[in-house]
C-alpha cells in the first residue's frame, strides 16, 4: 500500500481541489478539470499527485468532513485507478481514509499526525505519511511564529511526532520541516539552510516552497509580496537547493520547469555522462 520513492528526486505534483487556495484556488474545482491536471503533471513528470481538498494557506478557513470528501474522493479515485501514485493532503483521519480506500499511498498530514485516530489509519492501512511541522493552525499560524532555535526547534518537534507515529504503529513515515507553516522570512530562510539536519535523521524529507509568500516578499520592489508569476525562478532556486542538500521529495506546482531545473544543477555538479 504505501509508496516506494525513486532513486533520485521525487517530484510530487499539487493538485489543490479549492476554491481558495493561494495558487490556484478554484482551477480545479471540477473533477473532470482536476484530473486532467492530475494527467498532465505525470506527463510532466510527477512520480506523486498530492491532492488537497481543504485550503492551508494563512488564514484560511475550516472545511467540513463532508465537503472535503466530495471534492478529492473523485480525483483520486480516477487517477489512482489509471495507476497513478496518488497523496491525500488532509488533516481529517476520516477523509483519509476515504482517500485510501480510493486508492491513495501517501497521507501528507500539515499536523504531523497530531491526531491519534490519523495515526490509528496510517498504522492499520500500511500507508505512507508524511508529517509536516506547523507552529499553531491554519488561521493564526502567520500572526507572531516565535522560535528559540527555528531548526533545532522543529528538528525536535519532528523527532518527537515521529517517536509518537511510530509507537503508535505508522511504518513508513516522512518528515517535512514546514516551510512557511507558522514561520516568517528568516525562519524559512534558516529551515532551508538547515536541510541537512533534517536529511541527517536518515527519514526521507520532503520540502514544499513552491509560490510561497516568502519568496514574493524576496523579490518584490514593494512592502507587498510579488505576484504568483513574479515567484517561479525564486521557487526553482529554492528547490535545487533543498535537493542539492539532500531533500528526496519535492512538492510543487510546475513539475517540468522544476525538473529542467535540477537537471541543469545536475550538470554543472556532477558533470555530463
Given at each position: 500500500?504505501?509508496?516506494?520513492?525513486?532513486?533520485?528526486?521525487?517530484?510530487?505534483?499539487?493538485?489543490?481541489?479549492?476554491?481558495?487556495?493561494?495558487?490556484?484556488?478554484?482551477?480545479?474545482?471540477?473533477?473532470?478539470?482536476?484530473?486532467?491536471?492530475?494527467?498532465?503533471?505525470?506527463?510532466d513528470?510527477?512520480?506523486?499527485?498530492?491532492?488537497?481538498?481543504?485550503?492551508?494557506?494563512?488564514?484560511?478557513?475550516?472545511?467540513?468532513?463532508?465537503?472535503?470528501?466530495?471534492?478529492?474522493?473523485?480525483?483520486?479515485?480516477?487517477?489512482?485507478?489509471?495507476?497513478?501514485?496518488v497523496?491525500?493532503?488532509?488533516?481529517?483521519?476520516?477523509?483519509?481514509?476515504?482517500?485510501?480506500?480510493?486508492?491513495?499511498k501517501?497521507v501528507?498530514?500539515?499536523?504531523?499526525?497530531?491526531?491519534p485516530?490519523?495515526?490509528?489509519?496510517?498504522a492499520?492501512?500500511?500507508?505512507?505519511?508524511?508529517?509536516?511541522?506547523?507552529?499553531?493552525?491554519?488561521r493564526?499560524?502567520?500572526?507572531s511564529?516565535?522560535?528559540t532555535?527555528?531548526?533545532?526547534?522543529?528538528?525536535?518537534?519532528l523527532?518527537?511526532?515521529?517517536?509518537?507515529?511510530?509507537?503508535?504503529?505508522?511504518?513508513?513515515?516522512w518528515?517535512?520541516?514546514?516551510?512557511?507553516?507558522?514561520?516568517n522570512?528568516q525562519?524559512?530562510?534558516s529551515?532551508?539552510?538547515?536541510?541537512?539536519q533534517?536529511?541527517?535523521?536518515?527519514?526521507?524529507?520532503?520540502?514544499?516552497?513552491?509560490?510561497?509568500?516568502?519568496?514574493?516578499?524576496?523579490?518584490?520592489?514593494?512592502?507587498?509580496?510579488?505576484?504568483?508569476?513574479?515567484?517561479?525562478?525564486?521557487?526553482y532556486?529554492?528547490?535545487?537547493?533543498a535537493?542539492?542538500?539532500?531533500?528526496?521529495?519535492?512538492r510543487?506546482?510546475?513539475?517540468?520547469?522544476?525538473?529542467?531545473?535540477?537537471?541543469?544543477?545536475?550538470a554543472?555538479?556532477?558533470?555530463?555522462?
Open positions: 500500500m504505501s509508496f516506494v520513492l525513486p532513486s533520485g528526486p521525487c517530484w510530487m505534483g499539487v493538485l489543490n481541489v479549492t476554491p481558495d487556495s493561494f495558487s490556484d484556488g478554484g482551477n480545479y474545482l471540477d473533477a473532470s478539470r482536476a484530473i486532467e491536471r492530475g494527467l498532465a503533471l505525470v506527463e513528470g510527477a512520480h506523486l499527485v498530492d491532492v488537497g481538498g481543504e485550503s492551508t494557506r494563512p488564514g484560511a478557513e475550516p472545511v467540513q468532513e463532508q465537503d472535503e470528501i466530495r471534492r478529492v474522493l473523485p480525483v483520486v479515485s480516477a487517477l489512482a485507478e489509471q495507476g497513478i501514485a497523496s491525500i493532503d488532509t488533516m481529517k483521519p476520516v477523509v483519509a481514509r476515504e482517500a485510501i480506500a480510493a486508492g491513495a501517501v501528507n498530514d500539515v499536523t504531523a499526525l497530531r491526531d485516530a490519523m495515526r490509528a489509519v496510517c492499520e492501512t500500511g500507508v505512507t505519511a508524511c508529517l509536516m511541522h506547523m507552529q499553531g493552525e491554519p493564526t499560524m502567520q500572526s511564529p516565535t522560535y532555535d527555528v531548526v533545532s526547534d522543529v528538528h525536535k518537534s523527532v518527537e511526532s515521529v517517536r509518537v507515529a511510530k509507537e503508535d504503529g505508522v511504518r513508513k513515515v518528515i517535512d520541516p514546514g516551510i512557511g507553516f507558522g514561520k522570512l525562519h524559512n530562510l529551515l532551508l539552510r538547515g536541510i541537512n533534517f536529511v541527517a535523521t536518515g527519514l526521507p524529507v520532503l520540502v514544499g516552497v513552491s509560490r510561497k509568500s516568502f519568496i514574493g516578499r524576496l523579490v518584490s520592489d514593494t512592502d507587498e509580496p510579488a505576484p504568483l508569476e513574479r515567484r517561479e525562478e525564486g521557487t532556486t529554492a528547490g535545487v537547493w535537493l542539492s542538500q539532500g531533500a528526496r521529495i519535492l510543487v506546482h510546475n513539475v517540468a520547469a522544476q525538473r529542467r531545473a535540477w537537471t541543469m544543477w545536475e554543472i555538479g556532477r558533470g555530463i555522462k
